[in-house]
């Protein structure tokens, strides 16, 4: 197969992608645009291997790499639960950065031993996609063990961090500067550029909490799209050209639009280390209160007595996995003539639409979930919000207090309503290490324990009344 | 020698593509769409696949080697996780949440 027929090969593929991202525009199309998006990938791959300079005794190479990569990734695929799938993005995206900086590394040597003095170009897309790849890969991995709790999710800051980190992206830039204008391009000075990068990335997301990691996450997916379009120069690549152009600028565009939901600058996110103090002071007026807890018994006659629920879900849903409880307890109530409407927070969770995954797991009809701007003018209405493992977007102080460091974030306003449930495993403070005066509020009672068993627990308790 | 302003031109065109094919997607297919972005840069696969057919010695095999395995968990797991997720939205109709 000559050249021109494998570049068409990655044109076909090309489109298979622009094509499959339009078709994830709406649900009913998305599985389609997924599987067309594996055929485009499919046509890549095997169109690669007609490339003249593969070598046929490395053939049971690329054979073992690519059976034991199909089938880790395949099980792993299927056995993951359904509530980890953002560390395995996380982990998906830290490798697709790793894979890249190889490529760049390989390269280099490549050019190193054959003593061939490679175009600018290439140099210098070389250089930038293993500094890129190394941070995604690095810093990947820290979200993975973040979500995983590997890691403490709280930031992790020392002294003079951010100066450490200003002067390692010096340090980064000097290396390839020195690679790249003063002909010193020898592979220990490469290999330090390699793990000053790695390092960059360790350093960078360490401080960042782990409410903003599928912020992080998104914005080093993008990094790996960038990274592996610029492969494709050094490649001279149509199809990492193309796929990496496409990754890298949706992966900026999912990323801002996850900040704007929040209120706040992509700068704030990766530098402002929010969730590092708690904030001391909160409301005054709520000094020394208590706050009211509940049995599941109590809480089940609240919500029976009611004509209005509104069900906040939060990350304690997903991690207790309640999310079919949470719809069998919700189906009895409305068999009772209770109106029950689920409000999502766009950034609950730990990925935009991480609640609507869930929720569509457990069959929840979508006309019953309410986005936040739909879902707060009806809340001074409503007889009882059930918040579950909810915290950070329901917290009253990211509407007027300014020294909190959620501080004009949107937040749903469960408050308003008459009464808040609010079920929790104890009184720690969110992901984001700030304390809810909510919990405190006159109309505000809590619910200890696991989602799952204090929702089943209402469930069955809602039988007898 | 590669010629440099198509590769430029295919790079910059393919940014804005994205950009215009992405900002219209629903915030319920967030994660799927982050998902399936990161199985389609996977696609770095293929410069795995160039490097490790020519590589030639045990250091360059093993780079090679590394980056395929990486490249092919990215590609295959990428794609699994994102169809499972879309497969809860499967036959279902998205009513008045709009």
């Known amino acids: 197969m000559s050249q021109e027929w494998i570049d068409i090969g990655y044109l076909l593929a090309a489109i298979c992608f622009i094509l499959s991202l339009k078709l994830m525009n709406t649900p009913v199309t998305a599985r389609k645009g997924n599987w067309l998006a594996m055929g485009g990938m499919a046509v890549a791959l095997i169109v690669t291997m007609f490339n003249q300079n593969i070598r046929t005794e490395n053939l049971v190479w690329i054979g073992i790499g690519v059976v034991v990569g199909t089938v880790g990734g395949f099980v792993s695929g299927k056995r993951i639960q359904m509530t980890s799938m953002p560390q395995m993005v996380a982990l998906l995206n830290g490798l697709g950065g790793g894979a890249v900086a190889l490529v760049a590394l390989f390269e280099f040597l490549h050019a190193s031993h054959a003593g061939i003095k490679p175009e600018a170009v290439q140099s210098v897309t070389t250089v930038l996609s293993a500094i890129i790849g190394s941070i995604s890969f690095s810093g990947s991995l820290v979200a993975f063990a973040k979500l995983q709790e590997l890691l403490p999710g709280r930031p992790l800051t020392f002294k003079g961090q951010q100066v450490f980190n200003l002067l390692l992206v010096v340090f980064t830039l000097a290396l390839a500067l020195a690679i790249l204008a003063f002909d010193s391009a020898t592979v220990p000075i490469f290999l330090a550029l390699l793990a000053a990068a790695l390092v960059l990335g360790v350093s960078s997301v360490m401080p960042i909490g782990g409410a903003d990691m599928p912020v992080v996450i998104s914005l080093l997916n993008s990094f790996t799209g960038c990274a592996a379009g610029l492969a494709g120069f050094v490649l001279s690549n149509n199809a990492l050209l193309i796929g990496g152009g496409l990754v890298g600028a949706s992966g900026l565009i999912l990323t801002l639009q996850m900040c704007t939901a929040m209120n706040r600058s992509l700068g704030n996110v990766l530098f402002g280390a929010v969730g590092a103090v708690i904030s001391g002071g909160g409301n005054a007026a709520l000094a020394g209160k208590q706050p009211k807890s509940y049995s599941v018994d109590d809480a089940a006659i609240l919500l029976s007595n009611s004509n209005s629920v509104v069900i906040v879900p939060g990350y304690g849903m997903a991690v207790a996995q309640a999310q079919h409880q949470v719809k069998e307890m919700a189906g009895k109530l409305m068999a009772m003539g209770v109106d029950v409407k689920y409000a999502v927070h766009p950034v609950a969770g730990r990925m935009p639409g991480h609640m609507n995954v869930l929720l569509a797991e457990a069959d929840v009809p979508y006309d019953q979930l309410y986005e936040l701007e739909q879902i707060n003018p009806l809340m001074p209405e409503t007889d009882v919000a059930l918040v579950i493992g909810a915290n950070d977007v329901v917290n009253p102080a990211a509407r007027y207090d300014k020294s909190s460091p959620i501080f004009g974030m949107p937040i749903l306003d469960v408050d308003k309503c008459r009464t808040v449930i609010v079920m929790k495993r104890g009184m720690a403070p969110g992901f984001a290490g700030v304390e809810n005066e909510l919990f405190l509020y006159d109309n505000c009672v809590m619910v200890f324990g696991n989602a799952k068993a204090s929702v089943a627990g209402i469930a069955s308790a809602l039988d007898n009344y | ?98």
């Open chain 2, 1 to 98: 020698m590669i010629q440099l302003i198509p590769v430029i031109t295919v790079f910059i065109l393919a940014i804005f593509v994205g950009l215009e094919v992405i900002s219209k997607v629903p915030q319920t297919l967030h994660t799927p769409l982050m998902s399936a972005t990161n199985a389609i840069h996977g696609v770095i696969l293929v410069g795995g696949l160039l490097i490790l057919g020519s590589a030639d010695g045990a250091l360059m095999i093993g780079i090679g080697l590394a980056a395929v395995l990486f490249g092919t968990l990215n590609v295959v797991g990428g794609f699994v996780v994102t169809d499972r997720m879309l497969e809860m939205f499967k036959g279902k109709k998205r009513g008045g949440a709009k």
